[in-house]
C-alpha cells in the first residue's frame, strides 16, 4: 500500500477515536446531546433543545505520521482562505445555532497559535482577539467575507486547537482508561478484556455512523448520546455479571471444560484456584503497572490460545492432549519479546488460561 493510502486510513480511524472519545466524555459531564459523524465535518458535538440544536462543537481532525511538525498559521490558512482548513472549518457555520470550532491534531502548535491550543480534557483557552496570532488569522483570512456580517474575529474567538496523542496506540489506551474511569463511578469496575468488549461494540457504532449512507433507508450518522450510554453501560454490566457469576460458581463451565480436555476431577479444585489468584490480582492491580503487565499477558495467552484451538480442531478432534500441548506452547511461547518473562509464570499462564475457561471460553471441540 502506498504511504498516501496508509496515512488516509490511519487518519480515519484516529478521527473515530476522537468522536468515541467525545461520546465518553459526553456520557461523563452530560454536556451534549449528539454526536454527528461526517456531516457538518468530520465530527460534530450537539447540544439539542424540543425544536433543533442550540449549540454545535464543529471539529475537523487532522492526523500527521510525523508528528514533529507544529501547526502555524500558514498552514492552517493555506492555500486560500476560503479552500484552507480553517477556512473550510469557520464556513460550517450553522445560521441561527451558536457554533464553536475546533482542530483536533496529534501535534502541538508554534507559539503565535499557543493561545487557541489546549489538551483534551484539560481547561479550555479563551482566546484574545487582539493577540498576534489571532490578529495574523484574522489578517489571512480577510480576502474572503465571513459567513455572517459579523466580522473574522468573532470567528476566531470561538477557534481552538485541541490536542489529543501523538499515535493511534496510545489514542486507544486514552479512550480505555477514560471509558474504565466513567464505569468506575457507575459503579462497574472492568478488568482490560471486558474493556476491550464494550471499547469493541462502542467503537462500532462510531464506525457505523462515520460510513453511514445517509440516504439507505435505516442509516444514520448521528448517535444520540443516551443511546451510547445505555448501550455501553448494557455491555458493561453483562461482562462484570458474567464474571461475577463466574467467581461465584468456578467450577461451573471451568470444570465441564477440563473435564473435556481429559483432566482429572481431583485436580479441578487446583485449577479453580489457579483462576481465583490470577483473577485477585488482576482486580487488586486495576490501573497500576502491574496491571498493565498482566493484561498484556492475558492478551497474549488468549493469542497463543485462538492458535492452539485452531490445531487441536485441525488436527485431534478428539481432544486428547490439547491442554498439555496448550500449556507447553504457553511455557515455550517467548515472553521477553513482550517484555513479560518475569509475569510468565507457570501459575500465571495456567490461571490465565482457567480464567478464560471459566468465563466459556473453549479449547475443545464439543
Given at each position: 500500500?502506498?504511504?498516501?493510502g496508509r496515512?488516509a486510513?490511519?487518519?480515519?480511524?484516529?478521527?473515530?477515536?476522537?468522536?468515541?472519545?467525545?461520546?465518553?466524555?459526553?456520557?461523563?459531564?452530560?454536556?451534549?446531546?449528539?454526536?454527528?459523524?461526517?456531516?457538518?465535518?468530520?465530527?460534530?458535538?450537539?447540544?439539542?433543545?424540543?425544536?433543533?440544536?442550540?449549540?454545535?462543537?464543529?471539529?475537523?481532525?487532522?492526523?500527521q505520521?510525523?508528528?514533529?511538525?507544529?501547526?502555524?498559521?500558514?498552514?492552517?490558512?493555506?492555500?486560500?482562505?476560503?479552500?484552507?482548513?480553517?477556512?473550510?472549518?469557520?464556513?460550517?457555520?450553522?445560521?441561527?445555532?451558536?457554533?464553536?470550532?475546533?482542530?483536533?491534531?496529534?501535534?502541538?502548535?508554534?507559539?503565535?497559535?499557543?493561545?487557541?491550543?489546549?489538551?483534551?480534557?484539560?481547561?479550555?483557552?479563551?482566546?484574545?482577539v487582539?493577540?498576534?496570532?489571532a490578529?495574523?488569522?484574522?489578517?489571512?483570512?480577510?480576502?474572503?467575507?465571513?459567513?455572517?456580517?459579523?466580522?473574522?474575529?468573532?470567528?476566531?474567538?470561538?477557534?481552538?486547537?485541541e490536542?489529543?496523542?501523538?499515535?493511534?496506540?496510545?489514542?486507544?489506551?486514552?479512550?480505555?482508561?477514560?471509558?474504565?474511569?466513567?464505569?468506575?463511578?457507575?459503579?462497574?469496575?472492568?478488568?482490560?478484556?471486558?474493556?476491550?468488549?464494550?471499547?469493541l461494540?462502542?467503537?462500532?457504532?462510531v464506525?457505523?455512523?462515520?460510513?453511514?449512507d445517509?440516504r439507505?433507508?435505516?442509516?444514520?450518522?448521528?448517535?444520540?448520546?443516551?443511546?451510547?450510554?445505555?448501550?455501553?453501560?448494557?455491555?458493561?454490566?453483562?461482562?462484570q455479571?458474567?464474571?461475577?457469576?463466574?467467581?461465584?460458581?468456578?467450577?461451573?463451565?471451568?470444570?465441564?471444560?477440563?473435564?473435556?480436555?481429559g483432566?482429572?476431577?481431583?485436580?479441578?479444585?487446583?485449577a479453580?484456584?489457579?483462576?481465583?489468584?490470577?483473577?485477585?490480582?488482576?482486580?487488586?492491580?486495576?490501573?497500576t503497572?502491574?496491571?498493565?503487565?498482566?493484561?498484556?499477558?492475558?492478551?497474549?495467552?488468549?493469542?497463543?490460545?485462538?492458535?492452539?484451538?485452531?490445531?487441536?480442531?485441525?488436527?485431534?478432534?478428539?481432544?486428547?492432549?490439547?491442554?498439555?500441548?496448550?500449556?507447553?506452547?504457553?511455557?515455550?511461547?517467548?515472553?521477553?519479546?513482550?517484555?513479560?518473562?518475569?509475569?510468565?509464570?507457570?501459575?500465571?499462564?495456567?490461571?490465565?488460561?482457567?480464567?478464560?475457561?471459566?468465563?466459556?471460553?473453549?479449547?475443545?471441540?464439543?
Open positions: 500500500m502506498h504511504n498516501a496515512t486510513r490511519t487518519g480515519f480511524y484516529y478521527q473515530d477515536l476522537c468522536a468515541l472519545r467525545y461520546l465518553v466524555g459526553a456520557c461523563r459531564l452530560g454536556d451534549w446531546d449528539e454526536l454527528w459523524c461526517e456531516s457538518l465535518e468530520d465530527v460534530a458535538l450537539v447540544r439539542l433543545s424540543e425544536t433543533g440544536p442550540t449549540a454545535i462543537r464543529i471539529v475537523q481532525v487532522k492526523w505520521r510525523a508528528a514533529s511538525q507544529h501547526w502555524t498559521c500558514a498552514l492552517i490558512c493555506s492555500p486560500t482562505p476560503r479552500g484552507s482548513i480553517l477556512g473550510k472549518l469557520l464556513f460550517r457555520e450553522v445560521d441561527g445555532v451558536h457554533c464553536e470550532f475546533r482542530l483536533a491534531v496529534n501535534e502541538g502548535t508554534d507559539i503565535a497559535l499557543k493561545p487557541f491550543h489546549y489538551y483534551y480534557g484539560q481547561v479550555e483557552p479563551t482566546v484574545d487582539s493577540c498576534a496570532g490578529l495574523d488569522l484574522v489578517d489571512k483570512l480577510s480576502g474572503v467575507p465571513p459567513p455572517r456580517d459579523v466580522g473574522w474575529p468573532d470567528y476566531i474567538a470561538r477557534f481552538a486547537i490536542q489529543h496523542s501523538t499515535q493511534p496506540e496510545e489514542l486507544e489506551e486514552m479512550v480505555r482508561s477514560e471509558l474504565r474511569a466513567w464505569l468506575h463511578t457507575l459503579g462497574l469496575d472492568l478488568l482490560h478484556d471486558e474493556i476491550e468488549e464494550v471499547c461494540k462502542a467503537s462500532a457504532m464506525s457505523s455512523a462515520a460510513r453511514a445517509t439507505a433507508p435505516g442509516e444514520s450518522n448521528k448517535i444520540q448520546v443516551r443511546i451510547f450510554h445505555a448501550n455501553a453501560l448494557m455491555t458493561a454490566t453483562r461482562a455479571d458474567n464474571r461475577d457469576a463466574a467467581a461465584a460458581n468456578p467450577l461451573g463451565a471451568l470444570r465441564d471444560e477440563l473435564l473435556r480436555c483432566v482429572y476431577s481431583s485436580d479441578v479444585e487446583e479453580a484456584e489457579l483462576r481465583r489468584r490470577f483473577e485477585a490480582e488482576l482486580r487488586s492491580s486495576l490501573e503497572p502491574r496491571a498493565k503487565l498482566l493484561e498484556a499477558l492475558q492478551a497474549e495467552v488468549r493469542a497463543v490460545c485462538l492458535s492452539a484451538k485452531a490445531r487441536a480442531l485441525s488436527n485431534d478432534p478428539s481432544n486428547g492432549n490439547a491442554l498439555a500441548r496448550l500449556f507447553e506452547d504457553l511455557q515455550n511461547h517467548d515472553w521477553r519479546a513482550f517484555g513479560l518473562e518475569k509475569t510468565a509464570s507457570l501459575a500465571n499462564l495456567q490461571g490465565a488460561v482457567y480464567f478464560l475457561m471459566s468465563r466459556g471460553w473453549r479449547l475443545t471441540n464439543g
